[in-house]
């Protein structure tokens, strides 16, 4: 079932979703049940699953010398979807990506998710790749995940990149993308994010999810000026529980958000890690009470294969 059809079927009331990251090469799928199992008491309508592109990294020679090889950290990502459509009967939502992808490979991508049942994607443009400074696609790759909303939009009316294929089939995807109340790390503005956010929707997506944030103000100016900028669609927030005190420089670092002065405060001031789990615990819980309160249609909680946090919050919230 499609995403805006859990949230039409809802009729009002809050959704709990999440998000996991596909293990580490070498582990197998158990950990992913493991952390999907505990959230499972919550009726998510779908789970997200992220997509890790390829790396680069550099081999000693022994002379001197260093030798580049590529390489995925966490592939995997189509085979848990399926996995988790399979044990849970939800709906498991891939991430799909311009970096890493030419359009035939998006392509083939798709056919392989139309055959086992995936109805929902969330179309990204990716990062750059840690030695780049810029993002670049492939040769023949997409630059912005509006272009890639576009391809996913024209197999959905049965045009293939071949057009002299006869009797297509048309797929039947719900498209998702990403919005940032704080802004896309590279926007020069806001105004400027949404004004391509809203071109993301044009193309055929139906509904967006944010950027995790720790302050709600933030969430609901940007909803207010999507709004105003004319975006219809449901705005998902994204939330993270903080867990650790090195969070406190990684999060705005990584991700160019900003966290409140209280929390900072109480994190720097926690006696431990153990501490801060439920100082991030407790944070999130207020900020979801009052998220659910103001009608949000969903919350999407990123788990990073966590699943203690996220469940102590749950329990409070739905
Ligand atoms: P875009 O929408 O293409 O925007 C990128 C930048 O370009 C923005 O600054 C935008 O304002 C600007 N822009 C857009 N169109 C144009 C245009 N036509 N002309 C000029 N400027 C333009 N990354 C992963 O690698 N794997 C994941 O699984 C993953 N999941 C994510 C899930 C969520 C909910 C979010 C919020 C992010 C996720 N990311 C993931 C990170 C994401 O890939 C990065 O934030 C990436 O840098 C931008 O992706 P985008 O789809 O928002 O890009």
């Not at 580490?24 to 505990?38: T, Y």
């Not at 260093?66 to 990502?77: A, S, Y």
């Not at 004004?195 to 044009?202: A, Q």
């Amino acid at each position: 079932m499609k995403v805006i059809e859990h949230i039409e079927k809802a009729n009002g009331s809050t959704l709990f979703s999440f998000e996991i990251l596909p293990p580490l090469k070498g582990q197998n799928i158990k950990s992913i049940f493991d952390s999907i199992d505990p959230l499972m008491e919550f009726k998510p309508p779908f789970i997200d699953v992220t997509y890790h592109r390829e790396e680069y990294v550099y081999k000693e020679l022994g002379n001197g010398l260093l030798e580049k090889h590529i390489i995925r950290k966490r592939p995997g990502t189509v085979g848990i979807c399926a996995a988790i459509q399979n044990k849970y009967s939800v709906d498991a939502i891939p991430h799909i990506l311009c970096g890493g992808f030419s359009k035939e490979d998006t392509e083939n991508f798709l056919i392989d998710l139309d055959f086992l049942g995936i109805d929902n994607v969330l179309a990204l443009r990716g990062d750059a790749v840690a030695s780049e400074t810029y993002f670049k696609p492939e040769k023949d790759g997409h630059n912005y995940a509006s272009d890639l909303v576009k391809q996913i939009v024209d197999l959905n009316t049965g045009k293939y990149l071949d057009e002299e294929l006869q009797n297509s089939s048309a797929t039947d995807f719900c498209i998702g993308v990403a919005g940032y109340p704080e802004k896309h790390m590279e926007a020069p503005s806001l105004d400027s994010d949404i004004h391509f956010l809203k071109k993301k929707i044009k193309s055929g997506a139906s509904y967006i999810v944010t950027q995790m944030f720790f302050d709600n103000s933030k969430f609901f100016e940007f909803v207010e000026k999507c709004r105003a900028a004319g975006i219809t669609v449901p705005i998902i927030p994204g939330l993270k529980p903080i867990s650790t005190k090195k969070q406190l420089n990684l999060i705005p670092h990584r991700f160019k958000v900003d966290l409140p002065d209280d929390l900072i405060m109480a994190v720097v001031r926690a006696e431990d890690n153990k501490a801060v789990r439920q100082i991030g615990i407790e944070w999130c819980i207020e900020q979801s009470k009052e998220l659910v309160a103001k009608g949000v249609p969903l919350l999407h909680y990123y788990s990073m294969g966590k699943s203690d946090n996220i469940k102590a919050i749950a329990k409070e919230v739905f």
